[in-house]
């Protein structure tokens, strides 16, 4: 019988250690016994493509004397033996590229998420199913061992590659002892320690069977339990309790939360004061009109300006993710470079006084210099004081935000959606539900707001032409039609079906 390399294939993103975990499995090979040979096809980019890296085994006592086997360059489709993925839809790429057969190939994935172009730039929520990922690469393996690989390695202070390797050698599909994968990471000399430890947990939890069963996000603390510090905040907590049906009080409260941080305590009672005021108007029972409405309320009270904008970037919160994320230890330096393109109409919209803002607005000379000013964006390095001051002082802009032309202009909309609802809620809570929905639309800044704001208006007209005749259902129709495709050319096809033109 004719002796065949063992086949494995890594799909690794940027930064995620594929690379070195390929090395790992050819220093293993070559250490014991194996000619090893590995080649990398790196993709577009970090979410549009990960890098393949492909490694073939081959034992050295199979091979004819004095020859070498020829060793392929790249997995093909169904001839592959062990697939080793970084991240979730990874796993789910390798499936649609064949590399996964339920006949051979052992999967080996975590179970995190890095989302995707595409999932990120939806207009609604582009998310693949996570579920429906591991349903899927469960059917199409011979074995499917998953976990979340990136909180594993958090957890041991070490790396993802680490992880997958402990998860590589606990499922016994290649030739080889543990002690022999340990003396891998011991030759490479580098964090050695915290890798050895990364690989025992994973070995464990695979060996286990434990493999599969991510822990659960710990339940939210039950509004009743809640006792802020604050005075005033604990009164916003009171009257969420007081004046919002149980069903709701949990994403109330997270709403409530938004707004404060977004403006301030007055904000947020305006926000409670808004609800209530659709409580008195929807059937005592309906609950989830209530729940629906403060969830998509807080988002559009709380929406994004440049002001938002320099706030978040200039969060010392923020300074300790990047760097959590990048795994700096004490005494680096983290450079965090943000690209920044603002448009005439986001810095007239943002100036505390909303008759310059106007006027900035219209064909006038200061229009025109503001242009001139804007054309091309820069690149302001936030971990500078440089480029954090500028940035700094915009955040502060906050004080200001209800005198902005753009803080006027979003409560004028916002008080017509909420009348909308108002005019539905009793007669027809399912439109009303609906029309609290559409509010989905409306997201983001700049062009992408733009073209939401355009598709939600839409919408709304096509309601108001046709108040007695448009059923929920074809309100919820169009509202999908319209997150499906950004330039509202579904939207618009939806509506010609309908005859709602």
């Not at 390929?22 to 590995?38: C, K, M, P, R, S």
């Not at 469960?138 to 993802?160: C, L, P």
């Not at 109330?252 to 939360?257: K, M, P, S």
């Not at 005494?331 to 965090?336: D, K, N, R, T, Y």
Request: proline share 4%.
């Amino acid at each position: 019988m004719q002796m065949k390399p063992i086949k494995i294939a890594i799909l690794a993103m940027g930064g995620e250690g594929g690379g070195v975990l390929a090395d790992w499995i050819v220093n293993l090979g070559e250490h014991n016994g194996y000619f090893a040979q590995t080649t990398s096809v790196p993709g577009v980019a970090q979410r549009t493509g990960a890098t393949i890296y492909y490694v073939e085994l081959f034992p050295r006592e199979a091979a004819p004397a004095g020859k070498t086997p020829v060793l392929a360059l790249m997995p093909m489709p169904g001839d592959v033996d062990v697939v080793l993925a970084s991240e979730l839809m990874e796993a789910g790429r390798a499936v649609q590229r064949g590399l996964v057969t339920n006949d051979r190939t052992t999967l080996i994935a975590s179970t995190h998420r890095v989302y995707s172009i595409a999932e990120k730039s939806a207009m609604g929520d582009g998310r693949v199913d996570n579920d429906a990922l591991i349903a899927h690469a469960t059917q199409a393996a011979k074995r499917f061992v998953h976990f979340n690989m990136e909180k594993a390695a958090e957890d041991s202070g070490s790396v993802i590659s680490a992880v997958m390797f402990g998860a590589l050698a606990s499922t016994g599909v290649l030739p080889f002892s543990r002690s022999q994968f340990e003396q891998t990471i011991e030759r490479g000399g580098v964090g050695v320690k915290p890798s050895l430890k990364a690989f025992s947990a994973a070995y464990a939890r695979v060996a286990e069977g434990d493999a599969g069963k991510d822990e659960q996000a710990a339940p939210a603390v039950p509004v009743s339990q809640l006792k802020p510090r604050d005075p005033a905040v604990a009164r916003l907590v009171e009257r969420v309790r007081a004046e919002i049906p149980e069903g709701a009080q949990q994403i109330v409260v997270e709403g409530v939360r938004r707004v404060l941080d977004y403006q301030d305590v007055a904000y947020a009672n305006l926000y409670l004061d808004r609800l209530k005021q659709i409580r008195q108007y929807a059937r005592p029972d309906d609950v989830a009109l209530i729940r629906e409405t403060g969830r998509y309320l807080a988002l559009w009270m709380s929406y994004e300006d440049a002001i938002r904008v320099a706030e978040l970037k200039t969060r010392a919160t923020r300074f300790d993710r990047v760097r959590k994320e990048v795994r700096a230890t004490d005494g680096q330096i983290v450079a965090i470079n943000e690209y920044m393109h603002p448009r005439v109409e986001e810095i007239s919209e943002i100036l505390p006084f909303a008759g310059l803002g106007r006027w900035l607005m219209r064909p006038t000379w200061g229009n025109k210099l503001l242009k001139t000013q804007t054309k091309s964006g820069r690149v302001i390095q936030t971990s500078s004081v440089r480029g954090f001051i500028p940035l700094y002082l915009l955040s502060g802009f906050k004080r200001w935000r209800r005198r902005t032309l753009r803080y006027q202009a979003e409560q004028q909309r916002i008080e017509a959606w909420l009348k909308r609802i108002q005019d539905a809620a009793d007669a027809h809570p399912a439109l009303a539900l609906e029309i609290a929905q559409c509010q989905r639309l409306v997201k983001g800044y700049g062009d992408t707001h733009a073209r939401g704001l355009r598709n939600y208006q839409t919408v709304m007209d096509a309601l108001a032409r046709n108040e007695t005749t448009m059923s929920p259902a074809l309100l919820g129709a169009l509202r999908e039609a319209a997150l499906a495709d950004e330039h509202g050319k579904k939207l618009e096809a939806a509506l010609r079906q309908n005859a709602l033109v």
